[in-house]
């Protein structure tokens, strides 16, 4: 099966390597679809590592991970948490952008599970690298990724659960979620939850 594994580098706690080594990863299909390799982004330092799904257009030609809407919507949510994102490390459990054509549009496509499969050490190495005391799932597949295929947002998000990966591990939703919500209500209760968990990791951190 296709696995980044041999793309690593001989120091994998370093994370300069890691990016550099990450840039010239085929070891699945997806290398083809996206413009280049979005590898997570923030000091090694940081106590928080927030993973979301995959890059989006806008991360795709940035190549920096959330910097699109969701990526704002997230800022504006760890803001209101009392997190400051420059103290964070942010990154994905897919490296490059999955989409498919629509008009002039590229539309998000979601990672198959051998997609995820695949690109799971460059996550591994980075949360080994960075060694955060928290890290935060957003949406149902980076909490597939890291927590197991039975975590469920819906009912697990916002509780803290064991893991070998970190001393504090949790999921909650991914803000894409809320930016696809059609009603302002709707949107502002599920804002104000996500919120709400985000809370949970800045009383850790405090
Ligand atoms: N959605 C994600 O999951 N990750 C990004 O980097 C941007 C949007």
Request: aromatic letters at 6%.
């Given at each position: 099966p296709d696995s980044a594994a041999r793309f690593?580098?001989?120091?994998?706690?370093?994370l300069a390597a890691l990016r550099e080594a990450a840039a010239g990863?085929?070891?699945?299909?997806?290398h083809q679809l996206g413009t280049q390799t979005v590898f997570g982004e923030g000091p090694?330092?940081?106590e928080v590592m927030f993973i979301g799904e995959q890059p989006g257009d806008s991360e795709d030609l940035a190549g920096?991970?959330?910097?699109?809407p969701a990526g704002k919507l997230l800022d504006r949510a760890l803001k209101d948490a009392g997190?400051?994102?420059?103290?964070t490390y942010v990154t994905n459990a897919v490296k490059h952008f999955k989409w498919v054509p629509r008009g002039k549009k590229r539309i998000h496509s979601s990672p198959n599970t051998m997609q995820i499969r695949a690109c799971n050490p460059w996550l591994k190495a980075e949360i080994l690298a960075v060694k955060p005391a928290i890290l935060v799932c957003l949406g149902a597949v980076a909490a597939a990724a890291v927590?197991?295929?039975?975590?469920r947002v819906t009912k697990d998000r916002g509780r803290f659960v064991p893991s070998d990966l970190a001393p504090y591990v949790v999921g909650t939703v991914h803000p894409s979620m809320i930016l696809r919500l059609e009603d302002e209500e709707s949107k502002r209760i599920e804002y104000g939850r996500l919120v709400e968990d985000l809370r949970l990791v800045h009383d850790v951190l405090a």
């Amino acid at each position: 099966p296709d696995s980044a594994a041999r793309f690593l580098p001989a120091n994998p706690a370093d994370l300069a390597a890691l990016r550099e080594a990450a840039a010239g990863c085929t070891a699945c299909p997806l290398h083809q679809l996206g413009t280049q390799t979005v590898f997570g982004e923030g000091p090694k330092t940081a106590e928080v590592m927030f993973i979301g799904e995959q890059p989006g257009d806008s991360e795709d030609l940035a190549g920096k991970p959330f910097v699109g809407p969701a990526g704002k919507l997230l800022d504006r949510a760890l803001k209101d948490a009392g997190i400051d994102r420059r103290r964070t490390y942010v990154t994905n459990a897919v490296k490059h952008f999955k989409w498919v054509p629509r008009g002039k549009k590229r539309i998000h496509s979601s990672p198959n599970t051998m997609q995820i499969r695949a690109c799971n050490p460059w996550l591994k190495a980075e949360i080994l690298a960075v060694k955060p005391a928290i890290l935060v799932c957003l949406g149902a597949v980076a909490a597939a990724a890291v927590i197991g295929p039975k975590f469920r947002v819906t009912k697990d998000r916002g509780r803290f659960v064991p893991s070998d990966l970190a001393p504090y591990v949790v999921g909650t939703v991914h803000p894409s979620m809320i930016l696809r919500l059609e009603d302002e209500e709707s949107k502002r209760i599920e804002y104000g939850r996500l919120v709400e968990d985000l809370r949970l990791v800045h009383d850790v951190l405090a």
